[in-house]
């Protein structure tokens, strides 16, 4: 029997944009949505990184600082997909969490998202089609210790992802969370020195027992399998998947 075709050409003349789409999550998923046909916008703060991930999908790069919130007020998205997937991470207890580094990472994780959406809707609107992919994280529906700028924001995220189901449904446009637990990322193996301090045991015992102790399956997410989801949330058979929270996170929300 052969093999499914995972990649099918479901997204054939539409245009996508993802965020953080240099590495990582991002990167995973801007070559799924280019494998199922999509003409792909990769933006990333890196310029090298940004260029690089779009010419292997034959796509293009958009150079932003979404930490840059007021730069985006005015801008319009002649985009069908929108996957806002950028994000980083600061780990410290909130008496010693830095002022300014909540607020860049709420910028980042929920001002900007935002602002893309309200510039991608208008022509999403007027085309009757739309899909906004937002890359939560199962923080955006438990909380952990020391991560209360990056919990906090995916909480916002997953109501304005709700906000934009409930708006964009009757204009063709559908809103989803996807909530990856942790996966093979850069910015995953960079908390890892962080979470060794944080929890005071050594970098070889973070894996075990801070990553992995909540999930069922005792391993790291792969960015593949969260790009497979994108996929097929973009696609024909989710046409009625919307407001709701997807999570790949190996168990773990389920206690």
Not at 22 to 41: F, W
Not at 227 to 255: E, F, Q
Request: proline share 5%; net charge negative.
């Amino acid at each position: 029997m052969s093999e499914p075709n995972a990649s099918a050409p479901t997204l054939q003349g539409r245009k996508a944009l993802v965020t953080g789409g240099a590495s990582g999550i991002g990167k995973a998923i801007a070559r799924e949505l280019a494998a199922r046909g999509a003409h792909v916008t990769v933006a990333d703060v890196s310029a090298d990184g940004a260029k690089a991930a779009a010419d292997e999908i034959g796509g293009d790069a958009w150079v932003v600082d979404l930490a840059d919130t007021t730069a985006l007020d005015e801008l319009t998205l002649d985009v069908d997909v929108l996957v806002n997937n950028a994000g980083i991470q600061h780990v410290r207890p909130i008496e010693e969490f830095d002022p300014d580094m909540f607020r860049t990472i709420h910028s980042i994780m929920l001002v900007a998202p935002f602002l893309l959406i309200r510039a991608a809707l208008p022509h999403m609107y007027a085309t009757g089609w739309g899909r906004v992919v937002n890359v939560s994280s199962v923080h955006g529906l438990v909380g952990s210790p020391y991560k209360s700028a990056y919990v906090s924001a995916k909480h916002g995220l997953e109501g304005l992802s709700k906000v934009t189901a409930l708006e964009g449904g009757p204009k063709g446009v559908t809103s989803v969370c996807v909530n990856p637990g942790y996966v093979r990322t850069p910015l995953v193996e960079k908390q890892i020195a962080d979470q060794a301090a944080a929890h005071g045991i050594g970098e070889d015992e973070v894996l075990e027992q801070v990553l992995l102790k909540e999930s069922a399956v005792k391993r790291l997410v792969e960015p593949a399998e969260v790009g497979s989801l994108v996929g097929w949330l973009t696609g024909p058979d989710a046409s009625m998947v919307s407001g709701a929270s997807w999570t790949v996170d190996g168990g773990w929300s389920a206690k």
